[in-house]
């Protein structure tokens, strides 16, 4: 089963793609037991909706742009 720590980064993936089935799985079975990440995905969902909801245009960027922001959030989060 995954940590909190893994979780927080399937919950992020999980809304841009769905996961297969067995870290699917493993995610649920967390949130069954740990209402911190069930709280944390509910925070997640609701920022996603607001930011979806008061502009639509972030919907709508390309492939590349959004690889680009994955990118540069991926060094941010390697850096100390």
Request: glycine share 0%; hydrophobic share 35%.
């Amino acid at each position: 089963m995954p940590s909190c720590k893994q979780m927080t980064q399937l919950l992020s993936d999980s809304l841009e793609t769905p996961l297969p089935w067995p870290k699917r799985s493993a995610m649920r079975l967390h949130l069954l037991i740990c209402a911190t990440c069930r709280r944390y995905r509910r925070h997640l969902l609701f920022m996603q909706k607001i930011i979806t909801d008061h502009n639509p245009r972030l919907t709508a960027l390309s492939d590349t742009a959004k690889q680009r922001i994955k990118d540069n959030l991926a060094q941010l989060k390697d850096k100390p």
